[in-house]
C-alpha cells in the first residue's frame, strides 16, 4: 500500500503518526490549525512517563513507549533500525526522558493488587512500599490515608488520618524534559521522510466518494490563531486515508466525516489545570507520584518548582466544554481550580510552599467515556481515529504512530478488525498488543478509574 494520507492534528500523537506513515513509504500531508507542531494540548502536558493502567495492553503500550523514549535520539534520527533514511544528530535539540521513577499511592479505584499483576504479565519491575518505605523514600510526606476525596474548604479534609497508605514504585518512567520539543522533533522527522505539514489550515469538510463512501478529501481554509476565524478560499487537499488526531476537536471532525453512529464509547472536551508549586529541597528530585488518595498527581521540574494536576475527585466539579465551543474556553488558571490542588499536595508534603497567586498551564483534554483512547478505523472507509486521548496518552505518543500505521496498513489490506482485531508486535517490550482494546465498539473498560489515571 502506497497512498496518500491526510493526519489532522499535529500534536505530538498526530506528529508520531505521520512520522511512522512517511517511513512506511506513504505521501503524508498533515493539517493543523496553528503555527507549528505540538502548539494544542501537547504544550500544555504535564509529559508524565507512567505506566499504571488499568487494562494490560494499556500497560503494554506503555511500557512499549519508554524503550522508544530512551532511545529518542536513534528513532527521530532513524538510526539503530529506525528507519531506512538514517541521519545521525539531525537536530541540535533533542526531548529527553527524565527516569526519576514513578509510585503509585494505593487506592480502592486503582488497587496495587491489580497493578502487580498487570506489571507481571508485561515484564515491568517494580516495589511494593509500605508506609514505612514511602516515608523513608519520599523525605516530608504525610503517608496517611485520607480516601474518600473530599473538598478542599470543607472541615472534614483536614481531620487527622486513622492509617496510613504505602505505594507501588517502579524505578522506570518520569517525565518527558520538554513536550512541545519532543511534538517537534517528530514534526521535523517527518519532514525529513517526505512529509508536509499544513500549519494555520483549519479543516472545514471532508469529502467522500459518492460511488462507495470512501474519504477523498478535505476542505481547507487559513485560520488566524488570535482571533480564531477562518479566512480565503476553500482549498481541497485530496487523499486516500484521513486519521483523525484532532485532540478535543475530533468530535467536530468526525461529524464531518460522518462516522461516530456506532461508537460504544463518547466523548467530551474538558478544560484542565497544571500548576505550579515551590516544592522544600528535600524532597527532590524524588519519584513522580501519584496520589488519587488525595486527588492529585505531582512531578518535580526544573528551578526547584514541582507541577501538581487534578486527578478528577467526585468531590470536586468537571469542567465539561461543548465540542463547538472549544475555541472559547478560558485559558486564564482560576484560584478555585489552584487551591484545590495546591491544598491537596500540602496536606500530602506539609513543607510545600504555597504561591499566593496561581501558576501554571491550562489545557482541554478529549476525553473518553472511559478514560481510554480510541485507536480504531470507523464504519467510514479509510477513516480512522486516534481520539479520547483523555489526558494520558502524552507518554504513549511514540508507540501511537507503530500502532496507527500498522493497524491503517492491516486494514488497509483486508483486515477486518471489528470481528478479528489486529494485534501489534511489541518491537521492544515483550508480548503483542491487541488493538481492540481501543477500538470504538468496546465494551466499557469496568476497570478504570474513571480519572486521567485511566
Known amino acids: 500500500m502506497d497512498v496518500r494520507v491526510i493526519v489532522i492534528g499535529a500534536g505530538v500523537i498526530g506528529s508520531s503518526i505521520a512520522l511512522?506513515?512517511?517511513?512506511?513509504?506513504?505521501?503524508?500531508?498533515?493539517?493543523?490549525?496553528?503555527?507549528?507542531?505540538?502548539?494544542?494540548?501537547?504544550?500544555?502536558?504535564?509529559?508524565?512517563?507512567r505506566f499504571n493502567y488499568s487494562t494490560l495492553d494499556a500497560v503494554l503500550?506503555?511500557?512499549?513507549?519508554?524503550?522508544?523514549?530512551?532511545?529518542?535520539?536513534?528513532?527521530?534520527?532513524?538510526?539503530?533500525?529506525?528507519?531506512?533514511?538514517?541521519?545521525?544528530n539531525s537536530r541540535e535539540h533533542y526531548a529527553e526522558i527524565v527516569d526519576r521513577g514513578y509510585v503509585m499511592l494505593d487506592v480502592p479505584i486503582l488497587s496495587n493488587a491489580r497493578t502487580q499483576e498487570l506489571f507481571k504479565q508485561a515484564g515491568i519491575p517494580y516495589e511494593i512500599w509500605n508506609s514505612k518505605e514511602l516515608k523513608a523514600r519520599m523525605p516530608g510526606i504525610d503517608a496517611g490515608?485520607?480516601?474518600?476525596?473530599?473538598?478542599?474548604?470543607?472541615?472534614?479534609?483536614?481531620?487527622?488520618?486513622?492509617?496510613?497508605?504505602?505505594?507501588?514504585?517502579?524505578?522506570?518512567?518520569?517525565?518527558?524534559?520538554?513536550?512541545?520539543?519532543?511534538?517537534?522533533n517528530l514534526a521535523f522527522a517527518a519532514r525529513r521522510e517526505g512529509?508536509?505539514?499544513?500549519?494555520?489550515?483549519?479543516?472545514?469538510?471532508?469529502?467522500?466518494?459518492?460511488?462507495?463512501?470512501?474519504?477523498?478529501?478535505?476542505?481547507?481554509?487559513?485560520?488566524?490563531?488570535?482571533?480564531?476565524?477562518?479566512?480565503g478560499e476553500p482549498e481541497e487537499l485530496p487523499g486516500d486515508v484521513i486519521v483523525n488526531v484532532a485532540g478535543p476537536?475530533?468530535?467536530?471532525?468526525?461529524?464531518?466525516?460522518?462516522?461516530?453512529?456506532?461508537?460504544?464509547?463518547?466523548?467530551?472536551?474538558?478544560?484542565?489545570?497544571?500548576?505550579?508549586?515551590?516544592?522544600?529541597?528535600?524532597i527532590l528530585p524524588g519519584p513522580i507520584m501519584g496520589?488519587?488518595?488525595?486527588?492529585?498527581?505531582?512531578?518535580?521540574?526544573?528551578?526547584?518548582?514541582?507541577?501538581?494536576?487534578?486527578?478528577?475527585?467526585?468531590c470536586d466539579p468537571m469542567y465539561w466544554v461543548e465540542p463547538e465551543k472549544v475555541d472559547e474556553v478560558n485559558m486564564t488558571r482560576t484560584v478555585e481550580v489552584f487551591e484545590s490542588q495546591a491544598?491537596?499536595?500540602?496536606?500530602?508534603?506539609?513543607?510545600?510552599?504555597?504561591?499566593?497567586?496561581?501558576?501554571?498551564?491550562?489545557?482541554?483534554?478529549?476525553?473518553?467515556?472511559?478514560?481510554?483512547?480510541i485507536y480504531d478505523k470507523t464504519d467510514v472507509p479509510g477513516f480512522y481515529v486516534a481520539i479520547g486521548t483523555s489526558g494520558n496518552q502524552f507518554k504513549n505518543a511514540p508507540g501511537v504512530g507503530f500502532i496507527m500505521a500498522h493497524?491503517?496498513?492491516?486494514v488497509e489490506a483486508g483486515a477486518d478488525h471489528d470481528n478479528e482485531p489486529v494485534r501489534y508486535k511489541c518491537k521492544k517490550a515483550e508480548g503483542s498488543i491487541s488493538l481492540g482494546t481501543f477500538s470504538r465498539k468496546r465494551e466499557r473498560n469496568a476497570d478504570s478509574s474513571g480519572t486521567v489515571m485511566g
Open 145 to 184: 490515608r485520607y480516601w474518600p476525596n473530599k473538598p478542599v474548604k470543607s472541615d472534614e479534609f483536614w481531620n487527622d488520618a486513622t492509617e496510613e497508605l504505602g505505594g507501588i514504585f517502579s524505578s522506570s518512567g518520569g517525565y518527558i524534559s520538554d513536550p512541545l520539543l519532543a511534538a517537534e
Open 407 to 410: 493497524l491503517i496498513s492491516e
Open 291 to 314: 496520589d488519587l488518595d488525595l486527588g492529585t498527581y505531582m512531578r518535580s521540574g526544573p528551578g526547584g518548582i514541582t507541577l501538581v494536576g487534578g486527578t478528577e475527585p467526585e
Open 343 to 373: 491544598y491537596r499536595l500540602a496536606r500530602r508534603f506539609p513543607a510545600a510552599q504555597i504561591p499566593s497567586t496561581p501558576t501554571g498551564v491550562v489545557g482541554v483534554y478529549d476525553v473518553s467515556s472511559d478514560w481510554t483512547p
Open 195 to 231: 512529509a508536509t505539514f499544513h500549519y494555520r489550515k483549519a479543516v472545514t469538510e471532508i469529502k467522500k466518494d459518492a460511488s462507495n463512501g470512501r474519504v477523498s478529501a478535505v476542505l481547507l481554509r487559513d485560520f488566524d490563531t488570535t482571533t480564531k476565524t477562518l479566512s
Open 61 to 88: 503500550l506503555s511500557w512499549e513507549s519508554y524503550f522508544f523514549w530512551k532511545e529518542w535520539k536513534s528513532l527521530i534520527d532513524g538510526t539503530d533500525g529506525y528507519g531506512k533514511n538514517p541521519h545521525a
Open 20 to 49: 511512522q506513515l512517511a517511513r512506511s513509504g506513504h505521501d503524508v500531508h498533515v493539517v493543523d490549525r496553528n503555527s507549528g507542531a505540538g502548539l494544542g494540548s501537547t504544550s500544555a502536558s504535564s509529559a508524565v512517563v
Open 249 to 282: 476537536w475530533s468530535t467536530l471532525i468526525n461529524r464531518m466525516a460522518g462516522a461516530g453512529s456506532d461508537f460504544t464509547v463518547t466523548l467530551r472536551p474538558m478544560r484542565q489545570e497544571v500548576h505550579q508549586i515551590s516544592t522544600p529541597k528535600d
